[in-house]
C-alpha cells in the first residue's frame, strides 16, 4: 500500500488513459477506522483491481461549535487497518492541499437535506457534496463505496451521481455493529464508560420499531415509542426520531415502498446516528 498527500500525484497514478481496463473502487472516509470502514475497503477489492482509500476529517462539513477539533484521529493505526483490508493507495491530503482556494462556489443538496441530520445540522450536506465531489474528480472511481449507517448521506449522493450525470456508480454497503448491536462508529470513543453502557438502546429503540412498524402501527406512533424507549434507557437526549420513505426523504405514507427509521441522539461530547430500513 502506498500513502499519498498530494492530488497531482494520485491524480498521475490514476490517470484514466493509462489504466487500461482496471477499475478502480473508492472507499472515502474521515479515518479512525473501524470495522464498518473495513467492510466497505473489503467489498471494494472484490470489486475492483485497485482500492483507493481516502482519509480526510472535512471542515467544510462541520458547523460552529461541531466536533471537528475533538473529532477522533490516529493516522498511524488508520494505515495498518487500511493495508490489512487490502487497500492499495491511502490518500490523506492537508486541509491546505484540499481546500488551496475558496472561490465561494456551493452544492446545495435539495429536499432530501433538509430533513433528518441536515435539519439539525444545517450546511453539512452542502460539505459533503463539496468533499464527495472533489475526491470524485481526484480518484476518478468506477465504484464508490458509502454504508448505510449514514443512510441520508447515501441517499443524498445517489442523487447527486444520478442528477449529475457522476461517472462513479455508488455501492451501499450495510451497517457494521458491535455485539449489542450499537452501530460501529469513530465517535463511540467519545462516550464515557456509562453511556458506551447505554448506547445500544438507541438499536434496541429502532428493532421495537420495526415490530411496531410489522404489526401496523402509525408512523407517529412509532416514532413516539421509539424516542420514548431511547430516553427511558439512556442519559441521551433525542434529536430526532422520524420514519420517512427512502431513499426520498419524504412524508411516509402508508402506500410508501420503502421506509426508514431513523434517530439521532445527543451524549454529553458526541452525537450518534442509527437507522433501520422498514
Ligand atoms: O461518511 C463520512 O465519513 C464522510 O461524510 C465522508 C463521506 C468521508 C465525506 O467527508
Given at each position: 500500500m502506498e500513502i499519498i498527500h498530494s492530488i497531482e500525484k494520485l491524480q498521475q497514478i490514476l490517470n484514466r488513459n493509462e489504466r487500461g481496463n482496471r477499475t478502480v473502487g473508492l472507499v472515502p472516509t474521515m479515518g479512525f477506522l473501524h470495522e464498518g470502514h473495513l467492510a466497505l475497503a473489503e467489498q471494494?477489492?472484490?470489486?475492483?483491481?485497485?482500492?483507493v482509500m481516502s482519509i480526510f476529517v472535512n471542515?467544510?462539513?462541520?458547523?460552529?461549535?461541531?466536533?471537528?477539533?475533538?473529532?477522533?484521529?490516529?493516522?498511524e493505526r488508520d494505515a495498518k487497518l487500511a493495508e490489512s483490508a487490502g487497500v492499495d493507495y491511502l490518500f490523506i491530503p492537508s486541509v491546505e492541499e484540499m481546500y488551496p482556494t475558496d472561490g465561494g462556489i456551493r452544492i446545495l443538496p435539495g429536499p432530501q437535506a433538509t430533513a433528518?441530520?441536515?435539519?439539525?445540522?444545517?450546511?453539512?450536506?452542502?460539505?459533503?457534496?463539496?468533499?464527495?465531489?472533489k475526491l470524485f474528480n481526484i480518484v476518478d472511481p468506477d465504484r464508490s463505496y458509502f454504508g448505510m449507517k449514514d443512510a441520508q448521506q447515501l441517499?443524498?449522493?445517489?442523487?447527486?451521481?444520478?442528477?449529475?450525470?457522476l461517472r462513479t456508480t455508488i455501492v451501499r454497503v450495510p451497517t457494521v455493529r458491535e455485539e449489542d448491536g450499537l452501530a460501529k462508529s469513530s465517535r463511540n470513543v467519545n462516550l464515557s464508560e456509562m453511556e458506551r453502557?447505554?448506547?445500544?438502546?438507541?438499536?434496541?429503540?429502532?428493532?421495537?420499531?420495526?415490530?411496531?412498524?410489522?404489526?401496523?402501527?402509525?408512523?407517529?406512533e412509532i416514532e413516539t415509542r421509539v424516542a420514548a424507549y431511547i430516553t427511558e434507557n439512556s442519559s441521551g437526549t433525542i434529536d430526532y426520531v422520524s420514519m420517512l420513505t427512502y431513499p426520498?426523504?419524504?412524508?411516509?405514507?402508508?402506500s410508501s415502498k420503502e421506509a426508514i427509521l431513523a434517530c439521532a441522539v445527543k451524549f454529553e461530547k458526541t452525537r450518534l446516528i442509527d437507522n433501520i430500513i422498514l
Open positions: 471494494a477489492k472484490e470489486q475492483n483491481d485497485t482500492v471542515p467544510a462539513q462541520f458547523g460552529p461549535g461541531e466536533d471537528f477539533e475533538s473529532y477522533p484521529r490516529d493516522t433528518l441530520c441536515g435539519a439539525s445540522r444545517p450546511g453539512h450536506f452542502d460539505g459533503v457534496l463539496k468533499v464527495v465531489l441517499a443524498i449522493i445517489e442523487t447527486f451521481v444520478r442528477d449529475f450525470n453502557n447505554e448506547a445500544p438502546a438507541i438499536r434496541q429503540a429502532l428493532e421495537l420499531g420495526a415490530k411496531l412498524f410489522a404489526e401496523g402501527i402509525s408512523a407517529k426520498e426523504l419524504t412524508k411516509y405514507e402508508p
